[in-house]
């Protein structure tokens, strides 16, 4: 297996990436990663002798995050991200992996490795952890701002057989993100997708308020673009701002700091559950290649998981496994 990893990418580049796919590299002898990006940058945190399942492609150009994705990926053609992507599209590798800029690694992923035959808009999935000890898979997170019913059916689809074949979720619960949990609650995107979920060969579950996605309401959620964004955003921040009030609380006198070490173990836990470098990357779910997406600030434990996740895409075979789905679904409708 041969996995594409942008070098370049995210905020801690190229030093973190680097160090997450030598360990990976070291762990399994099965896995080559290709490094994409200034070999002069990669070469300075690896050691002199490259291990047999590690590679290095040059690429001199790097796409930043706060540039325009449609611009940049057009006029940067030997970006890091750009190569990555044309690596896979080419079938040089059997998957890319990015902590970059979330909107140019969807246009580079439209550009090069295109859409998934039947599918009409990609999606970008989130891991958003339950109290249940598993995590419920959320797209789109931001790939798509507005979305048709259609496109929803075949996020669920989507979603519903990557947790079950990546995650190992059986036969996952699948809800709709909504204002309620009353059928016909909603607007009219919501109120048109909901009876196409329900007729789907999908364990539909309903309605799911956002209040109740942390409890572990459903396996898979779906929802629009911009409501998936927020909703990502608002969890991020709140966990955010927990933790700081958790901290500050905790060192203000002598006796908070003595019930801080007593719960220190649980604490640790629980702040293990929420960390995003635990679960690795996000999907990109309907491109022909498997694409993963990393958190921007991913360190090298997130990069590693990120390129085990890309792994097990590819081990799964879900890219044909949605095809066959959705090729299914269609033929049943006719």
Known sequence: MRIALD???????PRSNVLGALAVTKENPDITVVLVGDEQAIRSHVPDQLPANLEIVHAS??????????????RKKDASMVVA?????????????SAGNTGALMTA????????????????????????????????????MDAKPSHLLQYAVMGSLYAEK????????VGLLNVGTEEGKGNDLTKHVYPLLKAADLHFVGNVEARDVMDGACDVLVCDGFVGNVLLKSLEGAATTIFSELKQEFTSSLINKIGAAILKPGLLRFKKRMDYAEYGGAPLLGLGSPVIKAHGSSGEKAIKNAILVAARYVQKDVNVVIQQALKSSTEESE
């Open 7 to 13: 070098a370049m990418g995210g905020d801690l580049a």
């Open 85 to 97: 992507m044309n690596l896979a599209s080419e079938r040089k590798v059997d998957a890319a992996i």
């Open 166 to 173: 990546v995650l190992g979720f059986e036969r996952p619960t």
């Open 61 to 74: 150009e790097v796409i930043g995050a706060d540039e325009e994705p449609v611009r940049a990926v057009r």
């Open 109 to 144: 992923g439209l550009l090069y490795a295109k859409r998934m035959e039947g599918i009409e808009r990609p999606a970008l999935a989130a891991y958003i952890p339950n109290r249940k000890g598993r995590v419920t898979l959320t797209l789109d997170v931001g790939a798509n």
